[in-house]
């Protein structure tokens, strides 16, 4: 029988399986977990669902609502499995606004067009244009809004009621402190210190969902009490407060702006928050941002049509949704449904919660968003100035305006970064002669820094030798011509300008083209140090001024990138290999290997031997083996070996050098008797070097410390050969008959 009639067992990889079997394999392996998550994403939904909607200026219902589509359409429909979505308090402030400007009908008839136009961008795939937005802008827009948040809600949570503006809401305070209602600020501030000794509880404690808890533990108080404080007040059922939109009566430019106002902010918050789900999730696809979007404008179209708030990706609930196991969409899904059952058998539970019990939840949430890491993280990026302008525009102007100036203002400092070159002059004694000037120049340097660039120069006194050294990655002919002119002037008063290009720019100071330069620390001295002036190093002979150069280069550049390596290395070392190479110049193991300082083990010898009985190689191979208990050794030969050279010449092997190949006639023998490893093709010298790799693999294989470590498990022995003229290395098979390319990539040391 052809194999290929039988009946295949596996299916195609392309193949989908049905929505029967899917469903089935639901119920049998993640249904259990799906479950669970949406009960516990539903107690932490409600609380925020009915808060949000206050917050908002919306009717009550509209939350609940918002929290059904939101879970139920996008849950069905979004790129992002694992993310919930429903009303966010990051659209909190654009609600609020629009409900006092156009009224709430027309709000639900703006979300239903936000959410259109969400469709229509994922159907474009434009949706990764949305994440192009600096973090610090981000992050201060929600910190904006949690500011905002929290002081309307101090004054529901005192039993007043709050301005009409975050400066009103917090110059009226104080006096809001003074006339403080009792009621209400106990449970309000019930509210908040459950929220905030939940964190320190026992672990089995915080399993309950802390906003239930304070809820329902102030709603308890309240009416245990018998205390005179406002309640939420619903007009009926949920299917009561079902209203179509209504188109709004002119001002279209006002509600074109405000529609791509809700579609951005919207989009954004979702598309961020999936992001970050992707990376809470430990399986799984990463989320299809595109579909996300078009899952996320349903369920805004949807949310709109029905009366109900704007929907978003939530990252507090979709995070609780990760964090209690949730395995697939059905989790965010269900957890809709149970907020629609809620809403509509239990409706009654819902109006004895006291109005200040959910302003406590807000402040809770509003002071949340303010988080003291994101300012860390925008004072380590040098954003802070942007961090802090949009909280303060989106708190005392309003959030487009502080999203808009926020924006601009992170495209200006990204703009200075670009452009902006990094200047120094410095001036250096020099005995018995003018002192040495040095002026060093970093980052792109365009026609914008030609002023700057003129200040600095103009510091360096006529005359006085000058070195001027170009880091840059970008130089422009306005400013090469300024330079240019500058060194030709200063030639005239009797100065020596010396122009070192540290790094390859198109159209660089030597007008050599666009040949990428090496960076010093790969590069031979003798590409960079031959235009050194003789009187920077005059006090050092001849011999020694290279290597002065070289070290005085490192202290500029490198020393500094490299000293917190360097730190963690000062009480000891672990290397990854020991790395037996030729002694040979040419030959760089960090280079080559792409490693750094603590990564190998390097021994070097004429002919890169490995002989059984030499104490030398022998003592380093123990100290790497057992001491630094390292998990590979390498032997890595080289094309045009100087010392396989002379062992096929057979003469010149007198003294020490002499003596020492003599340990290298193994190879020869295994050459010359035609050893598997010879690849019959090429120079004598570098086919001499491949075996001879293959050769002293075999002879540390035969180490006894050696032997047994691989036997263990611990350690493997790696054979290598570096072609100099070709710059690439090839690998030594397991078989040890014969070497084979590396391809780009390859990870070789683990």
């Not at 805004?300 to 708030?309: C, E, I, R, V």
Request: glycine fraction near 12%; include cysteine; proline fraction near 5%.
């Amino acid at each position: 029988m052809d194999p290929r009639d039988a009946p295949s067992t596996v299916r195609p990889p392309t193949a989908r399986p049905s929505r029967r079997a899917a469903v089935r394999r639901w119920v049998k392996e993640d249904s259990r977990y799906d479950l669970s998550s949406s009960l516990v994403v539903f107690l932490v939904a409600m609380p925020l669902s009915l808060g949000i909607a206050v917050a908002s200026d919306a009717p009550i219902t509209a939350g609940l609502i918002a929290a059904v589509v939101g879970g139920v359409v996008a849950g069905l429909l979004g790129g992002a499995p694992l993310q919930v979505s429903g009303p966010a308090a990051g659209l909190t402030l654009v609600v609020a606004g629009f409900v006092q400007q156009f009224g709430w009908a027309v709000t639900c008839a703006i979300t239903v067009a936000a959410g259109l136009l969400q469709i229509g961008l994922g159907l474009s795939r434009v949706a990764r244009v949305a994440l192009a937005i600096s973090p610090a802008v981000v992050h201060g827009m929600l910190a904006g809004i949690g500011v905002t948040i929290a002081l309307a809600q101090l004054h529901v949570l005192l039993g007043g009621a709050p301005g009409s503006g975050a400066w009103d809401n917090l110059t009226q305070l104080p006096a809001q402190l003074l006339g403080v209602h009792t009621g209400e600020a106990v449970v309000g501030l019930f509210v908040l210190g459950v929220l905030l000794v939940w964190p320190l509880l026992p672990a089995v404690v915080r399993g309950i969902p802390a906003s239930l808890v304070a809820i329902v533990g102030a709603t308890t108080l309240a009416w245990a009490l018998s205390w005179d404080v406002a309640r939420v007040e619903l007009p009926g059922s949920l299917l009561d407060s079902v209203r179509l939109p209504e188109l709004p009566d002119g001002r279209w430019g006002a509600v074109a702006l405000a529609v791509f106002t809700m579609t951005v902010i919207a989009s954004v918050e979702s598309l961020l928050s999936a992001v970050a789900v992707d990376k809470l999730k430990d399986r799984g696809r990463a989320a299809d941002l595109d579909r996300e979007l078009v899952g996320q404008g349903a369920a805004n179209a949807l949310s709109g049509l029905l009366g109900g708030l704007p929907v978003t990706g939530v990252i507090v609930r979709s995070s609780t949704n990760v964090a209690a196991g949730a395995r697939t969409r059905a989790s965010a899904v269900l957890h809709g449904v149970w907020v629609l059952l809620f809403s509509l058998l239990l409706v009654g539970l819902v109006e004895q919660v006291p109005m200040a019990a959910l302003a406590g939840l807000l402040v809770y949430v509003g002071f949340k968003l303010l988080k003291l890491n994101d300012v860390r993280t925008a004072r380590r990026q040098s954003e802070l100035l942007v961090y802090v302008t949009t909280v303060g525009c989106v708190v005392f102007l309003d959030l487009l305006m502080g999203v808009l100036i926020g924006f601009a203002l992170s495209v200006a400092v990204m703009l200075r970064r670009v452009v902006w070159a990094k200047l120094r002059v410095s001036r250096t004694p020099v005995a018995g002669g003018p002192d040495h000037w040095t002026v060093a120049i970093e980052g792109t340097l365009s026609f914008l820094s030609i002023p700057r660039l003129s200040r600095v120069l103009s510091h360096v006194p006529d005359g006085a030798p000058v070195d001027v050294e170009l880091a840059v990655d970008f130089l422009d002919h306005a400013t090469y011509e300024h330079l240019v002119m500058w060194r030709d002037q200063h030639a005239k008063t009797g100065g020596v300008v010396h122009i070192d290009e540290v790094s390859g720019v198109r159209g660089g100071m030597s007008r050599r083209g666009s040949g990428a330069v090496l960076p010093r620390w790969f590069a031979p001295w003798s590409s960079w140090q031959t235009t050194v002036p003789a009187q920077r190093h005059s006090e050092h002979d001849e011999a020694a001024r290279p290597l002065v150069s070289g070290v005085q280069e490192y202290h500029r550049r490198s020393a500094r990138l490299l000293r917190p390596v360097f730190e963690g290395l000062s009480d000891g070392q672990e290397p990854q290999a020991m790395f037996l190479t030729c002694a040979d110049s040419r030959i760089v193991p960090n280079v080559i290997t792409s490693s750094g300082p603590g990564d190998l083990f390097t021994v070097r010898n004429v002919g890169n031997l490995a002989p059984v009985d030499d104490d030398g190689v022998g003592a380093s191979v123990h100290y790497a083996v057992e001491v630094l208990g390292v998990s590979a050794l390498v032997v890595c030969g080289h094309s045009g070996c100087g010392g396989m050279g002379a062992l096929l010449d057979g003469g010149g092997l007198d003294g020490p050098v002499g003596r020492w190949l003599e340990l290298g006639r193994g190879s020869l023998r295994a050459f010359v008797g035609g050893h598997e490893v010879d690849p019959g093709v090429g120079s004598e010298v570098d086919r001499l070097s491949m075996v001879n790799v293959a050769v002293q693999v075999a002879s540390l294989e035969g180490m006894p410390v050696v032997r047994d470590a691989v036997e263990e498990g611990r350690l493997k022995v790696i054979g290598m050969f570096f072609d100099i003229g070709g710059g690439r290395l090839s690998l030594l098979g397991d078989d040890r008959r014969g070497f084979a390319g590396l391809p780009e990539g390859v990870d070789v040391l683990g």
